[in-house]
């Protein structure tokens, strides 16, 4: 089993950054696929991006350019950079690390964040 906690949400302006982090019980992000996923209220979860064990990044379009994915596996923690936060980015985030062996997927509690003035 393995444990994800997110952190760093919060309330921003429009135009503002935020740094999210996932904070995994043990060292996963060797060998999983880190992900981050939002779910805006009456909307369904969707992906954000994702990064693979050797450093593979890919991205919503609507939030490339914007939002970098990262992870440090000696701290098991991977980040979520997001600059120039719009309205429409309001939403749970959650983190997910997935086993491309079908060893498991494992979610985070998820952290709020809001962008408005």
């Known amino acids: 089993q393995v444990q994800l906690v997110e952190s760093g949400g919060g309330l921003v302006q429009p135009g503002g950054s935020l740094r999210l982090s996932c904070a995994a019980s043990r060292s996963i992000f060797d060998s999983y696929i880190m992900g981050w996923y939002r779910q805006a209220p009456g909307k369904q979860r969707e992906l954000v991006a994702t990064i693979t064990m050797r450093g593979k990044t890919n991205y919503a379009d609507s939030v490339k350019g914007r939002f970098t994915i990262s992870s440090n596996n000696a701290k098991n923690t991977g980040y979520l950079h997001m600059n120039n936060l719009r309205p429409a980015d309001t939403a749970v985030y959650y983190c997910?690390?997935?086993?491309?062996?079908?060893?498991?997927?494992?979610w985070g509690q998820g952290t709020q964040v809001t962008v408005s003035t």
């Open positions: 997910n690390a997935d086993s491309p062996n079908g060893l498991g997927s494992y």
